[in-house]
């Protein structure tokens, strides 16, 4: 099973930046959509963002305009790009790859705190 590692989190602003990165130990390709998902305390796991094995993305209302996913398919890499960042963003960032059977690999999460 292919192994999936965020980074990238931690303590910014409110109005400030973070890129999440999302590494797989193997091809990316073989997941339908990477998305990444996030959990805020004493909430429901929400999708922030996807990106479909042909670029195509969508992404939750709330970040719209102010977060970006992309996918580096050489490095098995995918990125979330987020700014303009709220204290409302603060949760746990989780990075998923779905298959299109179905099967979804998961990584350990990566925390953002947007506080000042």
């Known amino acids: 099973q292919v192994q999936l590692v965020e980074s990238g989190g931690g303590l910014v602003q409110p109005g400030g930046s973070l890129r999440l990165s999302c590494a797989a130990s193997?091809?990316?390709?073989?997941?339908?959509?990477m998305n990444w998902y996030r959990q805020a305390l004493g909430k429901q796991r929400e999708l922030v963002a996807g990106?479909?094995?042909?670029?195509?993305?969508n992404y939750a209302d709330s970040v719209k305009g102010r977060f970006t996913i992309s996918r580096d398919n050489a490095k098995n890499t995918v990125y979330l790009q987020m700014r303009s960042l709220k204290p409302e963003d603060t949760a746990v960032y989780y990075c998923?790859?779905?298959?299109?059977?179905?099967?979804?690999?998961w990584g350990q999460g990566t925390q953002v705190v947007v506080s000042s």
């Open positions: 998923n790859g779905t298959e299109r059977g179905g099967r979804a690999s």
């Open positions: 193997g091809n990316i390709n073989r997941f339908y959509a």
């Open positions: 990106i479909t094995s042909s670029a195509r993305t």
